[in-house]
């Protein structure tokens, strides 16, 4: 479902030229919950923003569903954003002035959708998320799981098949964290609409119960046994897959 091959990116020039990603090669399968871990500056969010057309890289190519992009700017790249993928970041980036069902519609709106089928897509979704008693509280009558819910409901609103998770649970207590876990792995394994989420994480225990794990390190993917990779074993108790 997504396929990158050979992706670089850079910043800088000359002898202030950094090397960030160097040659990036990895796939999604639909319906796949994939985590990425690595050390803070390696490069993790420049990956996610080159993935989700918000920058360009500098060589090498990605195929989402069809659609090859990866070194065209964003403006070359707008149907990536509107069509293919969904994003939900640490921060729940909600209006506080409006419910989460117009949270959710909103964003459908602001996409093109109209006003009736927005709400009626937004409803689902939250449906979906478990917010169907929700829907008409405003986030600050709603707990910081709730929050990052509604954030969900609008990344899936648009049917987009892969959603792209920045630390989702770093604003969320420990039991939060783990609701929202469970859900991606749901929405991922849905029968009859799977997505594809590939999810950047700090948390190893996070990581350790995503379908697959990968590490980025030295601008490289590395297929994981991440807990080998990074010493995890004794902080997980040496548990098996």
Not at 77 to 98: A, C, K, P, S, T
Not at 201 to 227: Q, V, Y
Request: with cysteine; aromatic share 4%.
């Amino acid at each position: 479902m997504l396929q990158i091959d050979s992706l670089t990116k850079s910043f800088g020039f000359g002898a202030a030229k950094l090397e960030v990603l160097k040659g990036i090669t990895l796939s999604v399968e639909q319906g796949e919950l994939v985590a990425l871990m690595g050390p803070s500056g390696c490069g993790k969010s420049t990956l996610l923003n080159i993935i989700g057309g918000l920058l360009s890289g500098d060589g090498g190519e990605i195929d989402l569903n069809g659609r090859k992009y990866g070194r065209k700017g964003p403006s070359s790249v707008v149907d990536v954003r509107r069509e293919l993928v969904g994003w939900i970041f640490q921060d729940f980036h909600l209006l506080n002035n409006l419910s989460a069902l117009d949270n959710v519609a909103m964003a459908l709106e602001l996409s093109g959708v109209d006003s009736k089928q927005a709400e009626s897509r937004a409803s689902a979704a939250l449906e979906r998320v478990g917010l169907g008693d929700r829907m008409h509280h405003i986030p600050d009558q709603l707990s910081g799981g709730q929050q990052q819910r509604v954030a969900i409901a609008r990344a899936i609103a648009g049917n987009r098949p892969l959603l792209l998770a920045d630390e989702p649970t770093g604003n969320l207590d420990i039991a939060s964290g783990k609701d929202v876990l469970q859900l991606f792995k749901d929405l991922c394994h849905d029968e009859d609409n799977p997505i594809s989420i590939l999810m950047v994480t700090h948390d190893p225990e996070l990581a350790a119960n995503a379908d697959r794990m990968l590490l980025l390190r030295d601008g490289k993917t590395e297929a994981s046994d991440i807990r080998s990779a990074w010493g995890l074993d004794d902080e997980l108790g040496g548990e098996e897959e």
